[in-house]
């Protein structure tokens, strides 16, 4: 796991496990090399929302439904009196590269760490257990849901199918 990430979750006093394993490219592989259920896996999306960024995270089994997060994303906006977002798309991995510092594809769950808010679909949220992406492709962290939720403000909301 990367250092800085090590100390973020550190400085959060957050509960996790390092689960090493060999190297994966995707959360589907995780989940074969591990033996672990696919629906505990998270995988993370980076999307662009207008003109804002913004971390997703859904189990992988499921796939991103783009306009129940478009409203999902639209209700948290109103919240915060910001106008709604018109289009969202899913980037591709040479922005990922460019907007986080790291590798492509090995984007963690913490949008925080990177200066992003975090939107969790709900079902992801519903498991005992959940297996996220440290950053790398040869660990992954294991932690409660709760953990989760804790240590990293979530922005819960249904946009998976």
Same mark, same amino acid.
């Given at each position: 796991?990367? &250092?800085?990430?090590?100390? /973020?979750?550190?400085?959060?006093?957050?509960?996790? +496990?390092?689960? =090493?394993?060999?190297?994966?490219?995707?959360?589907?592989?995780?989940?074969?090399?591990?033996?672990?259920?696919? &629906?505990?896996?998270?995988?993370?999306?980076?999307?662009?929302?207008?003109?804002?960024?913004?971390?997703?995270?859904?189990?992988?089994?499921?796939?991103?439904?783009?306009? +129940?997060?478009?409203?999902?994303?639209? &209700?948290?906006?109103?919240?915060?009196?910001?106008?709604?977002?018109?289009?969202?798309?899913?980037?591709?991995?040479?922005?990922? +590269?460019? &907007?986080?510092?790291?590798? =492509?594809?090995?984007?963690?769950? /913490?949008?925080? /760490?990177?200066?992003?808010?975090?939107?969790?679909?709900?079902?992801?949220?519903?498991?005992?257990?959940?297996?996220?992406?440290?950053?790398? /492709?040869?660990?992954?962290? =294991?932690?409660?849901?709760?953990?989760?939720?804790?240590?990293?403000?979530?922005?819960?909301?249904?946009?998976?199918?």
């Amino acid at each position: 796991m990367q &250092k800085k990430l090590e100390n /973020f979750l550190k400085d959060k006093k957050a509960k996790y +496990k390092i689960i =090493e394993h060999r190297k994966v490219y995707t959360a589907w592989d995780s989940a074969a090399t591990q033996h672990i259920n696919i &629906k505990t896996v998270a995988k993370t999306l980076l999307v662009k929302a207008d003109n804002d960024y913004y971390f997703v995270v859904l189990s992988a089994n499921k796939k991103l439904d783009i306009n +129940k997060l478009k409203k999902v994303i639209n &209700k948290e906006r109103k919240k915060e009196d910001l106008k709604a977002i018109k289009k969202i798309s899913l980037c591709s991995e040479t922005v990922v +590269k460019k &907007k986080i510092v790291g590798k =492509e594809g090995a984007l963690s769950v /913490f949008g925080s /760490f990177y200066g992003y808010k975090t939107f969790v679909d709900s079902l992801l949220m519903k498991q005992k257990k959940i297996n996220l992406n440290a950053g790398s /492709f040869i660990e992954s962290l =294991e932690m409660t849901p709760a953990q989760y939720k804790k240590i990293e403000k979530l922005i819960i909301g249904s946009f998976s199918k």
